[in-house]
């Protein structure tokens, strides 16, 4: 399947991160497992929805490493303002949000460059 993402589902995507975050970090405080993440779930779920999309692989390793970048400097700047589970659900759900949209932007990029070459 080789076309661009389509907004809508993008924004998708990103809210269901901030759920799986938000819901995932608040039952890790009520369980007071500091050691656990969801980060890991979350990044696992964008690379299904990349698998079963086949996107570009330029646009997975930009929204990965621009990704990767929001989420320790979120995590390096917040963290002696805010708790551990605070800074760590804002973090995830940021860097997914970025990561998501990178991949969207590049993706459509591609694909308008693609288009524009036939």
Same mark, same amino acid.
């Given at each position: 399947m080789d076309r661009a993402t389509s907004w809508s589902e993008a924004t998708l995507v990103a809210a269901g991160c901030w759920a799986v975050s938000g819901l995932g970090y608040g039952v890790l405080a009520a369980l007071d497992e500091p050691q656990l993440s969801v980060a890991p779930l979350i990044g696992l %779920? $964008? =690379?299904? +929805?990349f698998w079963a999309r086949d #996107? *570009? +692989?330029p646009a997975a390793v930009a929204a990965g490493l621009v990704g990767a970048v929001v989420l320790f400097a979120l995590v390096d700047v917040l #963290?002696?303002? $805010? %708790?551990r589970y605070v800074v760590d659900a804002l973090s995830t %759900? &940021?860097? &997914?949000? !970025? *990561? =998501?949209a990178v991949l969207t $932007? !590049?993706? #459509?990029?591609? %694909? #308008?460059r693609h288009e524009a070459a036939r």
């Open positions: %779920g $964008l =690379v299904q +929805w #996107r *570009s +692989w #963290r002696p303002e $805010l %708790g %759900g &940021a860097a &997914a949000t !970025v *990561s =998501v $932007l !590049v993706g #459509r990029g591609r %694909g #308008r």
